[in-house]
């Protein structure tokens, strides 16, 4: 390999790093079953480095969950949900419009239904209301006679909104996990393991994980088993996949077990939206995040979560393969106004080059509140920039920020709140808004901020976990691959780096915009799909060129027969 010269086949350039600089491991001896080579190596990457380990990655337990009341605040919270229970008060769970908010309010109002308690259920109107638990939610609560509220993914800035439900006489149990501010509300109970005083040793929980830790508490305290809960996990699963919180530890865990829940889920709504996709037999945390979630996520973008909520309370089949239909309508609506935000936005950062700037800020009239946050997530993926997208409405500018690794968007924002109106989040996605003549103020003050860092944290760079030869791919590779699902966030789907590999028979442009090519090596070749890159077909040789690429392994079944191909995800051309 001396002395050759690599030529990207796409525009723009990408580094290529290993994850770690680690020697290479040798195969291992589990239970009498020898790991490849490979798949050590990825595991000593990312930390697991012991048998014990390893064996323990392979096979996670939910008895590895921690001690539920660890959580600051838990034993409070379980007493007051005890006494309103004995006390038959009436309650009200208040999530919030995104996946991880309306599966924890499902999860709540279905198991605290059958504890006995009263329970009225409020999703805030993204358009109307915005982010969090809100007055009007509270106000309902009031109408109600409700003498609880229980929140989920939401409350740990929401001040004003709690000092009003105590003026009320209502407690309020906050179940959250963004980040916290310095002023905390005067709630009876917070919890949020992210809390300065909280010990719980995983922070990274979603809502719904911190609801379903809650839960756990709750059928502690009663002496109830907690396999009644287990069958719940396919809601915690789902939440916890779309919210794009890390997949590691206990994540990783309540993941797994809920995704075998899901296939099997008694919810009509989950039977139903299984139906809806089409998914029968298999399911990945890519299923959860790419063709459920988004449909779970679409009315509340457009116009009402409320939709969402009560296909996954209904018990009735039939009315809930309508609102699973009706979900996927507003998915087909949200793509088409997606598209166009995103397609004015790139027009606007052309013309003002803003893709110059450490971090983008696009703002125009009109532009949908419901899917800011999946543009600026585009547009900080494709030009490796932290994003903030903003709708001007009268004298505001309001919106969503989406961040690059190893850039704390919420803190950036956070150093500048003096020029906000409001803002939270988390390190990696935010939603802010401020007046709109201090936007200029804003962009000047955040871009210098992004300048005090390394230009490094801002080049595109290509991870991979270990480089492997075509003649290492075998079945027993390909199949502890799969135990690395869910994969997501922190636990990535493995990537390997493939180097000098002859590109052999008829490459084809197939679908919209991907190549088929067979890729060779000693011998052993192997389908091949680059997605997005049916121009690079023009600059291949056959017989001739040969190809390094970063590359997944995928096992493809066709007509009962599985067959191993690579998912390209970056390619370059040896000359």
Request: hydrophobic fraction near 40%; include cysteine; aromatic fraction near 6%.
């Amino acid at each position: 390999m001396q002395n050759r010269i690599f030529i990207s086949l796409h525009e723009f350039m990408t580094k290529w790093q290993p994850k770690n600089n680690s020697d290479e491991a040798t195969a291992l001896e589990i239970r009498g079953k020898r790991v490849p080579r490979a798949i050590v190596q990825i595991l000593q990457n990312r930390g697991y480095r012991t048998p014990q380990s390893i064996e323990k990655f392979f096979a996670p337990s939910l008895s590895d969950l921690n001690d539920p009341f660890l959580i600051h605040d838990m034993e409070k919270a379980v007493t007051r949900i005890i006494r309103a229970i004995e006390k038959n008060e009436k309650i009200l769970v208040h999530g919030d419009y995104d996946t991880d908010g309306i599966t924890g309010t499902a999860l709540l109002v279905r198991n605290l239904s059958t504890l006995g308690l009263r329970v009225q259920h409020y999703i805030p109107h993204r358009l109307e209301e915005g982010y969090g638990l809100s007055s009007s939610g509270v106000n309902h609560a009031v109408e109600e006679k409700c003498t609880l509220i229980i929140t989920v993914d939401c409350g740990s800035s929401a001040l004003s909104e709690i000092a009003y439900a105590n003026e009320h006489n209502i407690d309020v149990i906050v179940c959250d996990h963004h980040e916290p501010k310095k002023s905390l509300p005067d709630a009876l109970a917070l919890l949020n393991p992210k809390l300065p005083s909280s010990n719980y040793p995983f922070k990274e929980l979603a809502g719904v994980g911190v609801a379903f830790k809650l839960l756990t508490a709750l059928h502690q305290k009663l002496s109830k088993s907690p396999e009644e809960l287990q069958h719940d996990l396919d809601l915690v699963a789902l939440g916890t996949v779309v919210d794009v919180v890390p997949l590691i530890d206990e994540n990783r865990i309540l993941v797994k077990y809920g995704m075998k829940r899901i296939l099997q889920s008694r919810k009509k709504g989950i039977q139903a939206l299984l139906k809806e996709t089409g998914i029968r037999k298999e399911l990945t945390s890519y299923h959860l995040g790419f063709i459920i979630g988004p449909r779970i996520n679409a009315c509340g973008r457009l116009h009402d979560a409320k939709i969402a909520l009560e296909l996954l309370l209904t018990d009735n089949i039939s009315h809930a393969l309508k609102l699973a239909h009706s979900l996927s309508l507003d998915n087909e609506q949200r793509k088409k106004v997606q598209d166009q935000t995103y397609a004015d936005a790139v027009s606007i950062m052309k013309k003002t080059h803003r893709e110059k700037d450490r971090i983008i800020i696009l703002a125009d009239e009109g532009w949908h509140e419901g899917v800011l946050g999946i543009v600026a997530s585009r547009i900080a993926s494709e030009y490796f920039r932290p994003t903030i997208i903003l709708t001007f409405k009268e004298n505001t500018a309001k919106g969503s920020a989406r961040s690059i690794p190893s850039f704390d968007i919420t803190a950036a924002i956070g150093a500048y709140s003096d020029l906000l109106v409001k803002y939270g989040g988390h390190a990696q996605a935010a939603g802010l808004e401020l007046t709109r003549d201090n936007l200029e103020s804003f962009r000047n003050s955040i871009n210098e901020h992004a300048r005090s860092f390394d230009s490094a944290v801002f080049e595109k760079q290509s991870y991979y976990d270990t480089k492997l030869g075509l003649d290492e791919i075998t079945p027993d590779l390909v199949h502890f691959l799969k135990y690395f699902e869910p994969t997501g966030l922190a636990n990535p789907q493995p990537v390997f780096l493939g180097e000098d590999l002859e590109v052999v028979g008829i490459p084809r442009v197939i679908g919209t915009n991907h190549l088929k090519i067979a890729l060779r090596q000693g011998g052993k070749a192997f389908p091949a799909i680059a997605f997005e890159r049916a121009d690079e077909i023009l600059g291949i040789e056959i017989g001739k060129t040969r190809v390094n690429c970063l590359y997944s392994l995928a096992e493809d079944s066709y007509l009962g027969k599985k067959k191993t191909s690579l998912k390209i995800k970056d390619l370059k051309k040896v000359t």
